[in-house]
């Protein structure tokens, strides 16, 4: 049986799907990314007089995006220590890697209990983001519900 995920803590998905569903004793977070859940903003984003997106502040939306995951995490009854593998999306690779880099160690100061990470470069996304994560996450039964 599968549970399925929402809270107004994070960001409203882009599609028609939840943000995370509990699947057995795993926890499989949809893609999350940096907007604001209360004004879907996206911090660090600057913009022309047209709307265009001129420039992009990457630690904003990395500090962003980790507190979306966070807040999914706790609505669904887990802990950021429950993490056990994030793939992330960045836009730029070569411009943010190091910098995302620099704040997942802070957020994951302890290699041995840091969760596995793959990260890929791409050439966008759905909105106008520089990061997304899609986390998997261990689903202990102290989770709600149980």
Not at 51 to 66: K, N, W
């Amino acid at each position: 049986m599968a549970n399925v995920i929402r809270t107004g803590d994070a960001p409203a998905p882009v599609g028609r799907y939840p943000h995370a569903r509990r699947i057995g004793d795993l926890l499989f977070l949809s893609g999350i990314g940096p907007r604001d859940a209360r004004t879907n903003a996206v911090p660090g984003n600057e913009h022309d007089e047209a709307g265009r997106l001129v420039a992009y502040d990457i630690e904003a939306q990395t500090r962003s995006v980790f507190a979306n995951v966070r807040a999914v995490l706790e609505a669904s009854g887990a802990r950021w220590e429950d993490l056990v593998d994030v793939t992330v999306y960045l836009t730029d690779m070569a411009r943010d890697f190091a910098a995302y880099n620099a704040l997942w160690a802070e957020y994951f100061p302890d290699i041995d209990t840091a969760p596995c990470r793959t990260t890929l470069g791409i050439t966008a996304l759905p909105t106008p983001i520089a990061i997304e994560l899609k986390c998997v996450a261990a689903a202990p039964s102290r989770f709600v519900g149980e």
